[in-house]
């Protein structure tokens, strides 16, 4: 009886490791399949990779140009600025003029009945 049963389990453990290891068999098969898949990308990758890498110039004529365009930006904003505070003496000055035409306007028709 004891023989049996010592036999029965042992028959029981074999074929779980022999379970075991036909899934890690499957599993290795399966890893290697997408290991081999993921080295061949990565000659492509390298390139990109490399490409990349020798890019930072380009950042940095970016980055002057985006610099240039602020100062350039900041300087029209100062313009107009300056126009708007400005703006009330220009109105003063084309008031000043108007009234000074309108003056000599007012002397020439007092004159034309005179001629």
Not at 78 to 91: A, F, Q, W
């Amino acid at each position: 009886g004891e023989a049996l049963t010592e036999l029965s389990f042992d028959i029981t453990n074999k074929i779980s490791e022999l379970k075991q290891a036909r899934q890690l068999a499957t599993d290795i098969t399966t890893h290697g399949a997408r290991l081999y898949e993921l080295l061949a990308m990565e000659v492509d990758l390298r390139e990109l990779r490399l490409s990349a890498i020798s890019k930072p110039l380009e950042v940095e004529k970016m980055e002057k140009g985006l610099k240039e365009k602020l100062a350039y930006i900041d300087n029209e904003i100062k313009n107009t600025k300056n126009k708007l505070d400005n703006i009330g003496s220009d109105e003063a000055n084309l008031a000043s003029k108007i009234d000074k035409k309108e003056k000599s306007t007012d002397c020439d028709s007092a004159l034309i009945p005179l001629l």
